[in-house]
């Protein structure tokens, strides 16, 4: 298993270099460098407004946000060239952390049409409903849902947990290569937080790649990382192993903040 | 006004002639309709009801009133218009019923006029007693014409499993005009499922008039589907106002997908305590097309439940527009109401007005509304297009959810089907 000390062989998934990113004339990425191996799981942490979250949905292909210098190499591609459906059907994915209700389009369609548009890239058959169902039963076991949950609107009269629930069923039916939690755990009482980890540990593999974007240690308790970045105003400051985010737990971000504020 | 005279003068000689065999009543009945008709004229774009529709097409066109076609027309061209063959239906074209492929049954899912010929008792104390004409020149010009449309009764405790199907047919002759007027009747406890359809063979112009009362008793429950299916030349002005009894259930669904230019007034009185209502709607346009829903939802009695849902889609050059008016009466307590009106904008020229009204005069009730008027969510866009989904593929799907989630709540299958299929071929298009 590639790992925190094996950091320095494998395949790079992910490479960012000097990523500064702008979003509405604000400069909110300043400068990140990140590079992810196949299998690792990396964690990114930091206190609110530090730019996790622009960096999570930047590298998903996020429309409102605009690159001002650097670059994203996944697989040595160019991400950043790349539109949103490109990139997911390359497998990158982005659990979203405030999900998106879609009306009128079920659950199951949704899934399926995500599904299809992702097997057509590969040259796989399509899935038909009832296909479909076959995949999509198993997947929902390791949630810990029945599939009630599969007619109803996307996201619509979800609760918080439900949402967040559905992002990790959905990384469970696209098997993406590099998946970007971002925040999932906020809003999440300790069983669901359990069973999303759970599930999230079920899928981790030396094909599949993390990154874990939270702001607190608690779901980390539960995933453990292979490596913890600590992002503050815009640029990382800090790397290192697993300890690193129990010693952010109990010591908190000024120290790093400070840090960055030198640099 | 010189339309308003030549349509009152139509009147004249049709009273005159073909309709001369009429009951005194019934005579009565439409002398009252041409009298407020000539009185109201046609609206304008001055009164609070009309801001957003002018019938200036309608009122300064010239229609004769429809002729009995040459030609009855085959099954096999109206079967694009039937949802199954099976079950009863009755057909009419520009007006007419046609008996040969109607499937009526005794005189309770007949032609009004057999009925008033043969079973007055049945209509004389419905026909006339809900929709109102005082301030609605269209329905006093409709109950000046009463003579033909769909009449169906279901007895006290009896269900009806199969839907019926009442199916309006424009031949596409030009410039004329039919007035179908239609009445339903559902006893105490009794229950039926009813699609009623207007479409084309032709293109037009032409102009339907029509007006649907339907009164459900006490207990009962009623699935009424409206299907606006009509040439996009043509213009189609029709009433449907619902009465509800006691207890009684009444679902209304209504897609409007044709004419050029479509005003629908529909009206729901909830006269007897512990009713419920759905309201169920869904206009899908575009080029130049014109729909107007005005709707009035009535809460005279307490313990009411009504949910209204109206979707708009407008593409192009259209423009929908929705009144919502909630009445809830003094005395209508622990009425509970809730309204949305949510329009989808396709194009920068498209065009939504969406007004709700609630006059509301008890204390203990709870009324909510909202409307949206925009284009698609860009959130939802990008979350679509970040599960792989292409960025015109995911404009579809959201576009057909928007319809889909009106279509959704549709008991019959058949029609929703063929509403889907519909809804899809218009966005693919």
């Known amino acids: 298993m590639p790992g925190h000390g094996t950091r320095d062989t494998g395949h790079a998934l992910l490479e960012v270099k000097g990523l500064r990113v702008a979003v509405a004339g604000n400069e909110i990425l300043k400068g990140v460098d990140l590079a992810i191996r196949e299998g690792e799981v990396h964690a990114i942490m930091g206190p609110n407004g530090s730019g996790k979250s622009t960096l999570a949905q930047v590298l998903a292909g996020h429309p409102a946000y605009t690159v001002l210098a650097g670059s994203a190499k996944y697989e040595g591609k160019d991400l950043l060239s790349m539109k949103p459906e490109e990139r997911a059907r390359a497998g990158v994915f982005l659990a979203f952390q405030y999900p998106v209700e879609i009306r009128g389009i079920t659950n199951s369609y949704f899934l399926r049409s995500a599904l299809n548009a992702l097997r057509r890239e590969r040259g796989e058959p399509e899935l038909d409903p009832i296909d479909f169902l076959q995949v999509l039963e198993q997947k929902l076991k390791a949630i810990g849902w029945d599939d009630s949950m599969m007619n109803r609107p996307v996201n619509e009269g979800f609760s918080g947990g439900e949402k967040k629930r559905n992002e990790i069923l959905q990384l469970a039916v696209l098997e993406p290569r590099l998946a970007i939690l971002d925040e999932t755990d906020s809003g999440l009482d300790i069983d669901a937080l359990k069973t999303v980890a759970h599930a999230v540990n079920q899928l981790r593999g030396p094909k599949r790649s993390f990154l874990i974007v939270t702001h607190y240690q608690r779901l980390l308790n539960h995933i453990t990382p292979d490596v913890v970045h600590v992002l503050a105003d815009g640029r990382i400051v800090k790397s290192g192993g697993p300890e690193l985010a129990h010693e952010l737990e109990a010591k908190g971000y000024d120290w790093l903040r400070d840090a960055a504020m030198v640099s | 006004m010189a339309h308003v005279e030549q349509l009152v003068g139509s009147y004249r000689a049709w009273a005159a002639n073909g309709a001369s065999g009429a009951p005194g ?6 002398e009252g309709g041409i009298a407020r008709f000539h009185d109201l004229g046609f609206p304008n774009m001055k009164q609070e009801a009309w801001r957003f ?279 209508a307590q622990k009425t509970d109401s809730k309204q949305t009106n949510n329009n989808l904008l396709l194009s ?44 015109a593929e995911a404009r579809r799907l959201m576009t057909y959810g928007f319809a889909a989630e009106i279509l959704g709540r549709m008991d019959v299958a058949a029609l929703r089907a063929e509403l889907d299929r519909i809804v899809r071929d218009r966005l693919a298009a």
Not at chain 2, 25 to 30: A, M, V
Not at chain 2, 70 to 94: H, M, N, Q, S, W
Not at chain 2, 365 to 388: E, I, M, W
């Open chain 2, 25 to 30: 009543w019934l005579k009565d009945l439409r």
């Open chain 2, 348 to 391: 920068t020229d498209a065009h939504a007005d969406s007004q709700p009204q609630l006059e509301i005069y008890a204390d203990d009730v709870k009324c909510t509304h909202g409307s949206t008027v925009g284009p698609l969510d860009p959130r939802a866009l990008f979350y679509l297009r970040s599960r792989g989904v292409g960025e």
């Open chain 2, 53 to 331: 529709t002018s019938v200036a097409p309608i009122a300064e066109g010239s229609f004769e009133l429809a002729q009995p076609p040459a030609r009855t027309p085959k099954l096999d061209d109206i079967r694009p218009f039937l949802l199954f063959e099976t079950g009863y239906r009755l057909v009419f074209l520009d007006g007419f019923f046609q008996p040969s492929l109607s499937t009526p049954f005794f005189d309770d899912i007949q032609s009004l006029a057999h009925v008033v010929a043969h079973r007055q008792d049945l209509v004389r104390q419905h026909l006339g007693t809900y929709a109102a004409t005082q301030d609605r020149p269209f329905s006093a010009l409709n109950t000046a014409f009463v003579h033909e449309g769909a009449f169906v009764h279901v007895p006290a405790k009896a269900t009806i499993a199969e839907p019926i199907q009442l199916l309006f047919l424009a031949s596409g002759a030009k410039q004329v005009v039919s007035h179908p007027r239609n009445l339903v009747v559902i006893e105490r406890e009794a229950r039926a499922s009813i699609v009623e359809t207007y479409a084309s063979l032709g293109q037009g112009p032409y102009w339907t008039n029509s007006v649907t009362e339907v009164v459900v008793g006490e207990g009962a429950r009623v699935d009424y589907h409206r299907v606006q299916r009509e040439s996009e030349r043509a213009y189609h002005v029709a009433t449907t106002q619902t009465h509800q009894g006691r207890d009684s259930t009444v679902h209304l669904h209504t897609v409007a997908f044709g004419a050029a230019l479509a005003r629908h007034d529909i009206g729901a009185v909830m006269a007897g305590p512990g009713g419920t209502l759905i309201l169920n709607g869904l206009y899908l346009l575009a080029g130049q097309q014109h729909a107007d829903h005005h709707t009035t939802i009535d809460h005279a009695a307490d313990h009411c439940e009504s949910h209204e849902y109206f979707n708009g889609v407008l593409d192009e050059k259209s423009r929908g527009v929705f009144t919502g008016r909630i009445i809830v009466r003094p005395g």
